[in-house]
């Protein structure tokens, strides 16, 4: 932990636990109404994938439109396999284009040239 947190919460997590909480995104839940896309790796050691199951059940139970997307062998950056990469681009631009208001043919034209790159993949 940075020393920092020590300066600006008063004290370490388990001398002012209240502090921490007060910092906890988990916390504060019941203020989300944005539909949330979470996406992760399997492996990530920086957002434990329980983490996002935690959250992922939290937004159900509040009603909060939400998907969650795990790909397996995968850490943090989802980079090791490239139709990973892929696949979470186009459930990006999907969630955009569903939730961001996100012009359709904006998404479409992205989508199109994403299947292009696939087949000359392949």
């Known amino acids: 932990m940075p020393i920092s947190n020590f300066y600006f919460l008063d004290g370490f997590p388990w001398q002012v636990p209240s502090r921490y909480q007060g910092e906890v995104t988990i916390f504060q839940l019941d203020k989300v109404r944005i539909p949330t896309h979470i996406v992760t790796g399997e492996n990530d050691v920086r957002i434990l994938v329980a983490h996002s199951y935690a959250l992922e059940r939290a937004l159900y139970s509040l009603g909060v439109p939400h998907k969650l997307i795990v790909f397996p062998n995968e850490g943090h950056n989802i980079d090791r396999n490239p139709w ?20 359709a043919s904006t998404c479409e034209e992205a989508l199109i040239s994403l299947d292009n790159s696939q087949r000359m993949n392949l």
């Open 84 to 103: 990973h990469e892929k696949i979470k681009l186009r459930e990006e631009l999907k969630w955009l284009h569903k939730y961001g208001h996100i012009y």
